[in-house]
């Protein structure tokens, strides 16, 4: 059974920075594309990060775009979101998503599997 864990979340004041991880167990992270998404109190899912399975290509969100960084940690098994800069309009629960041999699409429906999310608090 495949199961994703995120963690890293918490609480930080506006302009600080936090680095989320997923790990997995039941699979190797090195054959799925991972996506990051987001979902805040009230709003849909969105697209935060992805990268693709290969490690060759990742793409962001453009309100993100900058201030977070995708990337493999091979070591630890691990693919993390380093989010620096952070916004109170980052306020969200944060989610990793895996696709099998995926490119690291923005949609959310070639993700197989997801986590349960991990809680990200910006205070200004």
């Known amino acids: 059974q495949v199961q994703l864990v995120e963690s890293g979340g918490g609480l930080v004041q506006a302009g600080g920075s ?3 991880s997923c790990a997995a167990s039941g699979v190797t992270l090195n054959n799925y594309a991972i996506g990051w998404f987001r979902q805040a109190l009230g709003k849909e899912r969105e697209f935060v990060a992805a990268i693709s399975w290969s490690g ?3 793409s962001y969100a453009d309100s993100v775009k900058g201030r977070f960084m995708i990337s493999r940690d091979a070591a630890k098994k691990t693919v993390n979101l380093q989010m620096n800069s952070l916004k109170p309009e980052d306020t969200a ?3 990793c998503a895996a696709d099998l041999l ?3 699409t923005y949609y959310v429906d ?3 599997y997801w986590g349960q999310g991990t809680q990200v608090t910006v205070s200004s």
């Open 18 to 20: 936090l680095r989320l």
């Open 56 to 58: 060759g290509r990742d």
């Open 110 to 112: 070639p993700y197989e």
């Open 102 to 104: 995926g490119s690291g």
């Open 93 to 95: 629960v944060y989610y």
